[in-house]
């Protein structure tokens, strides 16, 4: 996607990426156990220090992000947030493209709240199924093949 970059985050993205959260996942939280603005905070500031978030600019905006962890053969995505006001257009799906690519003959695994009907199809869209459940989660996965390079 033209106009698409995705940088490694630092401490001065935090406020931002906790802003992100906020605003695409609230009503979300809300539904299943409310929103907190301070255990949120609390959550966020620890999960920013142990996972890897990676910010999405778009057209030279920072639009979202995305956290990852990985093992020699999965790769966890914890989250992937595209601010409300750029939702739709494409953004979330070159992202996954892109974290699908660098995972290559890794299986993908990521949770999605069972009342995020939008998030479950979207990623169905880019192949993941439903592997598991809880009271308020669907466990998601996608084996990917490894591809070997071509040699010329």
């Known amino acids: 996607m033209e106009g698409l970059s995705i940088r490694k985050a630092d401490a001065v993205d935090s406020d931002f990426v906790f802003a992100v959260k906020k605003a695409a996942f609230r009503e979300y939280m809300?539904?299943?156990w409310g929103w907190d603005d301070?255990?949120?905070r609390?959550?966020?500031?620890?999960?920013f220090d142990s996972q890897d978030f990676r910010i999405i600019q778009f057209?030279?905006?920072d639009v979202g992000y995305f956290s990852t962890s990985c093992t020699s053969d999965s790769l966890k995505i914890h989250q992937l947030f595209i601010h409300p006001e750029y939702q739709g257009r494409g953004i979330g799906s070159a992202c996954m493209t892109r974290i699908l690519a660098d995972a290559a003959g890794k299986a993908?695994?990521?949770q999605v709240l069972?009342?995020?009907i939008r998030g479950i199809a979207f990623y169905q869209r880019l192949g993941f199924s439903i592997i598991d459940e809880d009271p308020t989660h669907v466990q998601m996965k996608?084996?990917?093949a490894f591809t070997a390079p071509v040699l010329q």
């Open 30 to 32: 809300e539904q299943v």
């Open 38 to 40: 301070t255990h949120q």
């Open 42 to 47: 609390e959550l966020h500031n620890k999960r």
């Open 59 to 61: 057209q030279g905006n």
């Open 108 to 110: 993908v695994n990521l």
């Open 114 to 116: 069972k009342i995020n």
């Open 142 to 144: 996608k084996l990917l």
